[in-house]
């Protein structure tokens, strides 16, 4: 049977992102209110929508109701780098209808964008300073016509209108109601950070990514990051449980593994810090190959600082990233944006078909995070997302506890995340600390059971081949007869005993 | 007798902004909203110089001097065109418009003042 219904057709923002938690743009003959208060990035975000939309081709009509020049606003976009001047006056038009409204009121508006819409031909038509209209309106029923009629005219010439307004009047106001859609830009502040928030608060005929999604103002315009859980929230592709292993570059820890670390997993390697975690992850990194390649990724140590850690240790890295089978990314934590940090994640391994990708570490993710009560659903949700692209990682969480046996998980939940999990830990014994590894958890399938110290010496990590001195080490440790010489950790060379 | 200089442009603060400047410079100053209210202005009282925006609504400000050029009565007033365009641009699209002068916006109160100056002396000639 078929459809009687007409599927409206849709007009992409081209705002980076936001078409994404719109699921496809904005639909023709719709009329949208994008709100915040003054300086949230409304006019950007309606200005960078005419650009993309004149550059596919469309026509766009702008009218502002502030006493703003044009002259000036078009200043500021010269400085943004969407802003092109070749399609402005022939596909782009600004004008202003500020005196218009004073003097005509509401009806001179509406003749105003009658005209102009039909006489430009656009298809995107920007309303900025809806505020204005509704103050000069002599009661929200003059108000409710002025939009009623809007949307009028807006079916009839096909074009999507875009209102702007400052967000200080409550959502239950008439033109709340009657719209088809309203966007919100706001900023929140977390301790001395603030970050931009965008928010679809509507949108007739369509679903849209829920919540609030950070989002940027760069030289670029407004990048907007969907939630990673909410964009993800179904993983792009099936899992298909692919049943290879995958080198850790580590022969002995491969071993222990039952063969390596099953391919699309993840793999947490927890450890106190200096335990040696990021140097298991040069070796895990610098076993990239054309086919296999890797990504490096660095909340930390900068690729510079990496790049020195990993020749001391007897990594080339500058060969593998020159042969492009390398990638080491560095983002500080800094007044970063999760979901940026996801996307970036997630773009360069599409770019370099990364198969192997080291994160360093967990604990990145938590300070750039502004709401830490989402990190599982967030980690979880990329997680999945590495898993379905083929990707097998391995990243890092430091636990709580320095020195010892006990361990506490640096995030709740990530054990369920996390397929494998690997222990790194340091032993305090007389008067000095030894590394011990083991494995804690392999997805479906036996694995090595017992402890091994290990080593970091000039060609990086050693592992014993058996657990005897972990065991002599944790049997002192905890009162058994002294049967360990101490020796000094010079390289992989077993210890002699 | 002072001479008229008539304003055309949407955006309220540039009109007001221009008639006060082209005031205190001795020059009597009338002002429109948009090109065709502009040449309603222009019926009732024929200007000496027209300074009009580029992008208006109704009638943007190449229509206007095109109409301004096939009306006997106004078609040797001089015309100074403002725009946040680049000049090149917009003779690109409108061809030989027979201007007096090119403002471009933002401007400053004396490149304003000169541009009129220049336009009276050049008509004198």
């Known amino acids: 049977m078929s459809s009687s219904s007409v599927e409206l057709a849709r007009l992409p923002t081209g705002i980076p992102g936001l078409d994404a938690v719109l699921c496809g743009g904005l639909f023709q003959g719709g009329v949208y209110i994008v709100r915040g208060e003054p300086g949230a990035g409304k006019t950007i975000f309606a200005n960078q929508a005419c650009f993309h939309h004149v550059g596919t081709g469309g026509r766009a009509l702008y009218v502002t109701l502030l006493a703003e020049s044009h002259s000036r606003m078009l200043q500021h976009m010269a400085t943004l780098r969407f802003f092109d001047p070749a399609p402005i006056p022939a596909a782009l038009y600004y004008i202003s209808a500020f005196r218009i409204l004073e003097e005509d009121g509401l009806k001179g508006v509406l003749d105003l964008l009658r005209q102009e819409i039909a006489r430009h031909r656009a298809s995107l038509v920007v309303v900025d300073g809806l505020l204005a209209v509704a103050e000069s309106s002599a009661s929200d029923r003059e108000f409710r016509k002025f939009i009623h009629e809007l949307q009028g005219y807006a079916v009839l010439e096909g074009c999507v209108a875009l209102l702007t307004t400052n967000g200080n009047r409550s959502a239950y106001h008439p033109e709340y109601t009657m719209v088809d859609g309203m966007i919100t830009l706001a900023r929140a502040h977390v301790g001395a950070r603030t970050e931009r928030q965008l928010e679809v608060d509507k949108l007739r005929g369509s679903e849209s990514l829920p919540g609030r999604h950070a989002f940027e103002i760069t030289g670029a315009g407004i990048t907007v990051y969907p939630r990673t859980e909410t964009l993800f929230a179904r993983p792009s592709p099936d899992d298909k449980g692919r049943g290879q292993r995958v080198t850790t570059g580590l022969p002995e820890l491969d071993r222990m593994l039952g063969g390596g670390i099953p391919a699309a997993t993840a793999t947490l390697l927890l450890g106190p810090p200096g335990a040696g975690k990021t140097v298991v992850g040069l070796h895990y990194a610098c076993c990239a190959a054309a086919a296999e390649p890797a990504l490096f990724f660095t909340f930390y140590e900068t690729p510079d600082r990496l790049r020195m850690k990993a020749q001391s240790l007897g990594f080339d890295l500058d060969r593998l990233i020159a042969e492009e089978r390398l990638e080491v990314a560095w983002a500080p934590p800094a007044e970063n944006l999760l979901d940026a940090i996801a996307q970036r994640m997630l773009s360069a391994v599409d770019r370099k078909g990364v198969r192997r990708l080291f994160i360093d570490g967990l604990g990145g993710f938590e300070e750039t995070a502004t709401h830490g009560a989402r990190l599982p659903q967030f980690f979880g949700a990329l997680i999945n997302e590495l898993r379905t692209r083929n990707v097998t990682t391995i990243f890092t969480g430091e636990t709580r506890v320095m020195i010892g046996s006990e361990v506490v998980s640096p995030i709740a939940g990530l054990s369920i995340i996390a397929e494998n999990i690997i222990l790194l830990r340091l032993v305090e014994l007389r008067s000095r600390l030894y590394r011990l590894l083991s494995v804690l958890k392999i997805r479906d399938s036996d694995f090595d059971v017992s402890l091994r110290e290990f080593h970091i010496g000039r060609h990086g990590i050693a592992i014993d081949a058996t657990g005897d001195s972990a065991e002599a080490i944790l049997g002192e440790r905890d009162g058994d007869r002294p049967r360990r010489r101490v020796r000094a950790e010079t390289g992989p060379d077993r210890p002699k005993r | ?125």
Do not use: W
Not at chain 2, 36 to 50: F, N, S, T, W
């Open chain 2, 1 to 125: 007798m002072s001479r008229t200089v008539l304003v055309i442009d949407d955006e309220f603060g540039i009109v007001e902004v221009l008639e006060t400047i082209l005031a205190d410079a001795g020059y009597e100053v009338m002002t429109a909203l948009h090109g065709r209210q502009g040449l309603k202005r222009m019926a009732e009282r024929r200007p000496d110089l027209v300074l009009v925006d580029y992008m208006m609504p109704f009638l943007n400000g190449a229509d206007l001097i095109r109409a301004m050029r096939k009306d006997p009565a106004l078609a040797d007033i001089p015309v100074i065109l403002m725009t946040s365009l680049d000049p090149r641009a917009v003779t690109e699209i409108d061809g030989d418009l027979g201007l007096a002068g090119f403002l471009m916006k933002p401007f400053r109160a004396a490149a304003i003042t000169e541009a009129v100056a220049r336009a009276f002396r050049r008509q004198q000639r």
